[in-house]
């Protein structure tokens, strides 16, 4: 998690809007967890943005836009070094390539 302040006011402190908190008898902070991803800054009162869940988001994006990668294999039955798509079959001969 990488929380930044909207507004890029410079804060680094941050509150979860949803979050439970775990006390100990006396009202003492034990543990916590995000219920639900939601935080404002408290330098500012901007939403704050969790910018470490961006890449990972826009990897996955880009992952499911990219076509199947191509992997290159040594075929089997003509020997030839050749570019499949996985579960392909051998441009050159037709044998099915089954890459692992
Ligand atoms: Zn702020
Ligand atoms: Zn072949």
């Known amino acids: 998690?990488?929380?930044?302040?909207?507004?890029?006011?410079?804060?680094r402190m941050f509150?979860?809007?949803?979050?439970?908190?775990?006390?100990?008898a006396g009202g003492g902070f034990l543990d916590y967890q995000v219920v639900q991803p939601g935080y404002v800054c408290l330098g500012c009162g901007s939403p704050a943005l969790d910018v470490g869940e961006v890449p990972a988001a826009i990897d996955a994006d880009r992952a499911a836009?990219?076509?199947?990668?191509?992997?290159?294999v040594?075929?089997?039955?003509?020997?030839?070094?050749?570019?499949?798509?996985?579960e392909g079959e051998c441009p050159n001969c037709g044998a099915p390539l089954t890459v692992a």
Do not use: K, Q
């Not at 836009?65 to 290159?72: C, G, K, V």
């Open 74 to 86: 040594l075929c089997p039955v003509c020997e030839s070094l050749v570019e499949v798509l996985p």
């Open 15 to 24: 509150r979860a809007l949803f979050a439970e908190v775990d006390l100990d």
């Open 1 to 11: 998690m990488y929380l930044v302040c909207s507004r890029r006011c410079g804060s």
């Open 65 to 72: 836009d990219e076509p199947a990668m191509r992997l290159e």
